[in-house]
Nanobody
Framework: QVRLVESGGGLVQAGGSLRLSCVASGRIFSSYGWFRQAPGKEREFVTAIAWRIGSTRYADSVKGRFTISRDTARNTVYLQMNSLKPEDTAVYYC?????????????????WGQGTQVTVSS
């Protein structure tokens, strides 16, 4: 059974840091992405990574502050978030796709985690 389980969310003050983790079980995917959804807004792309070669892409809003990485031995993807802002507050979702390529489109992803809440206070 395929599962994606996120962890690491929480409450942090503006300027602080959090690290999210996404553990995949059941199979290895070609690419992983992080998306987020704030109340009343559509789900938006944050970052993605191609599993085999490690290539990445980022949304402009998080470039220079967020870093995606992977641990192939643990089948885990991480999202290091630094210099957090109140506008980063959202539920963060891990997603996986069977095709290669760090896509920014939610429609390209086949599996989704349950999400983890990140709240940044001002």
């Amino acid at each position: 059974q395929v599962r994606l389980v996120e962890s690491g969310g929480g409450l942090v003050q503006a300027g602080g840091s959090l690290r999210l983790s996404c553990v995949a079980s059941g199979r290895i995917f070609s690419s992983y992405g992080w998306f987020r959804q704030a109340p009343g807004k559509e789900r938006e792309f944050v970052t993605a990574i191609a599993w085999r070669i490690g290539s990445t892409r980022y949304a402009d809003s998080v470039k220079g502050r967020f870093t995606i990485s992977r641990d192939t031995a643990r089948n885990t993807v991480y999202l290091q978030m630094n210099s957090l802002k109140p506008e980063d507050t959202a539920v963060y979702y891990c997603a996986a796709r069977t095709w290669s390529g760090a896509s920014s489109s939610p429609q390209d992803y086949d599996y989704w985690g349950q999400g983890t809440q990140v709240t940044v206070s001002s």
